[in-house]
T-cell receptor, first 114, second 114 residues
Framework: AQSVTQLGSHVSVSEGALVLLRCNYS??????LFWYVQYPNQGLQLLLK??????LVKGINGFEAEFKKSETSFHLTKPSAHMSDAAEYFC????????????FGSGTQLTVLP | ETGVTQTPRHLVMGMTNKKSLKCEQH?????MYWYKQSAKKPLELMFV???????ENNSVPSRFSPECPNSSHLFLHLHTLQPEDSALYLC?????????????FGNGTRLTVT
C-alpha cells in the first residue's frame, strides 16, 4: 500500500520569499515520487520526478525537491517566490510493487503575496 | 496541437441527460486515464486503458461508461448522473501503464449536474 500526506492545504508566502511545500509518503517498497502543479482552469503539469537516480531533483520554474528516506519526505522548495507561482501543488507516489497506480495527495494551494 | 485535448471545457447537464466527454492525445502514448477532481478531495482515478484495453476500473458507478476506440482517443459517456457527480473530469496519458512515466493531463471538463 502507498499513501501521500501533504501538510498544509494552504500556504502563503511573500513575493521573493522561500517556498516550502511539504510532502510525506508511505510505501512498502522504494517509491517513485512526483510533484505536479495545477494553475487555475488547467490540468496538472509535471514539475519534477524522483526515480532514485539522485536525492535532489531539479524541476521546471526553479523548483526542486529532496528525497529523504529517513524522514519519508519529498518536500518541494523554491528559493524565491514569484507571483506566477500561485497555483495548487500535488505530491504523488507510485512504486515498483503491485500497486501501479499513482496516488495523489490532497494538494496545497500556494498564494504569493505582493 | 497541445498534448492532451479535452472537449467540452464546460458542460451543464440535467440528471436525465446523456452526454459524452472526449479526450484526444497527440503524444503517441499507449495508456490513457480518466480522473475525477472534486473540491477538497484527492484526485480519484476512475479508469485506465492500456493499448485500448481497460486495465483499471476503480469501483466507478455504471452511470459512467468509458470507451477507448484507439490509443489516441478516450471518451466518458455519462447518463442519469447525480448532483454529487459535479466535478472537474481530467483526462491524462502516459507512455505506458505501470512504467512510472509521468502523466500528461488535459485541461479538464468542468461538469455541473443540475
Amino acid at each position: 500500500a502507498q499513501s501521500v500526506t501533504q501538510l498544509g492545504s494552504h500556504v502563503s508566502v511573500s513575493e521573493g520569499a522561500l517556498v516550502l511545500l511539504r510532502c510525506n509518503y508511505s510505501s512498502s517498497v522504494p517509491p517513485y515520487l512526483f510533484w505536479y502543479v495545477q494553475y487555475p482552469n488547467q490540468g496538472l503539469q509535471l514539475l519534477l520526478k524522483y526515480t532514485s537516480a539522485a536525492t535532489l531533483v531539479k524541476g521546471i520554474n526553479g523548483f526542486e525537491a529532496e528525497f529523504k528516506k529517513s524522514e519519508t519526505s519529498f518536500h518541494l522548495t523554491k528559493p524565491s517566490a514569484h507571483m506566477s507561482d500561485a497555483a495548487e501543488y500535488f505530491c504523488a507516489v507510485t512504486n515498483s510493487g503491485s500497486a501501479r497506480q499513482l496516488t495523489f495527495g490532497s494538494g496545497t494551494q500556494l498564494t504569493v503575496l505582493p | 496541437e497541445t498534448g492532451v485535448t479535452q472537449t467540452p471545457r464546460h458542460l451543464v447537464m440535467g440528471m436525465t441527460n446523456k452526454k459524452s466527454l472526449k479526450c484526444e492525445q497527440h503524444l503517441g502514448h499507449n495508456a490513457m486515464y480518466w480522473y475525477k477532481q472534486s473540491a477538497k478531495k484527492p484526485l480519484e482515478l476512475m479508469f485506465v486503458y492500456s493499448l485500448e484495453e481497460r486495465v483499471e476500473n476503480n469501483s466507478v458507478p455504471s452511470r459512467f461508461s468509458p470507451e477507448c476506440p484507439n490509443s489516441s482517443h478516450l471518451f466518458l459517456h455519462l447518463h442519469t448522473l447525480q448532483p454529487e457527480d459535479s466535478a472537474l473530469y481530467l483526462c491524462a496519458s502516459s507512455q505506458e501503464f505501470g512504467d512510472h512515466s509521468p502523466l500528461h493531463f488535459g485541461n479538464g471538463t468542468r461538469l455541473t449536474v443540475t
